[in-house]
């Protein structure tokens, strides 16, 4: 739980910081922090996908992300995601109650999206928070922006964060024992490549519809459990 805490922490941080601050932080913004997040994001990523040593793994990577997202394109995942956001959102939109605003705003940013998934994966199955903890800066820099904005109703999106994010950890940790390492292993390298996918759309390189892979996570376990047995070692 050390990420999804580290993460609470930065939203609160950062939403006083940007409550007490923010008009002068807002002025001294600069798009160069945006790169930087998005190339230390592109590194974790490929650190995490080229654990890929084996052939059994490199199918499983290639096979779980082609089926994987073309799942996703045909349920339109990351549409559906999208949506689910504006409905929130525009539902929320009391005329005047900022608190409102900035606390659905906040919350649909900090935990719609794979990193919030795949990081509490991590997390949870291997105790990797490297994910987390860079999506904790991500978030409390956000939190700056958005509070000096929208007020501090988007310091309380600091509370579902916690319960979503701790809830997939604790259940990944509970998994964890029953896991093989090698199908944590797979776990991990798909995980990479949808981050090296993140770190695109940071970097403004290309969009991708990172949400449309995520079913990949699902059938990695059963392409390695296949492969294994069909390629020994």
Do not use: W
Not at 45 to 54: D, I, T, V, Y
Not at 112 to 134: H, T
Not at 193 to 211: D, E, H, S, Y
Request: net charge positive; with cysteine.
């Amino acid at each position: 739980m050390i990420g999804t805490l580290a993460n609470t922490a930065s939203i609160i941080a950062g939403s006083l910081l940007g409550y007490f601050a923010g008009k002068r932080i807002k002025a001294a913004g600069s798009p160069l922090l945006t790169q930087a997040m998005g190339l230390l994001t592109l590194i974790l990523g490929l650190q995490m996908a080229l654990k890929a040593n084996s052939s059994a793994l490199m199918l499983t990577l290639l096979l779980s992300l082609v089926l994987g997202g073309l799942i996703g394109e045909l349920l339109h995942i990351e549409e559906f995601l999208e949506k689910v956001g504006e409905k929130v959102s525009s539902r929320f939109k009391f005329q005047g109650d900022g608190i409102a605003r900035g606390f659905v705003a906040a919350s649909l940013l900090v935990c719609v999206g794979p990193m919030a998934i795949l990081g509490s994966l991590a997390d949870g199955l291997k105790g990797d928070y490297q994910l987390l903890l860079l999506k904790s800066i991500m978030d409390g820099t956000a939190s700056i922006f958005l509070t000096s904005t929208l007020g501090i109703g988007v310091l309380f999106s600091a509370i579902p964060l916690f319960l979503y994010q701790g809830s997939l950890t604790l259940l990944a940790r509970l998994f964890a024992a029953q896991l093989p390492e090698s199908l944590i292993l797979c776990l991990t390298v798909v995980g990479g490549a949808l981050i090296v996918l993140l770190g695109f759309n940071f970097l403004g390189i290309k969009k991708f519809k990172v949400a449309n892979f995520l079913p990949a996570l699902l059938l990695a376990p059963f392409f390695q459990i296949l492969f294994e047995r069909l390629i020994p070692g």
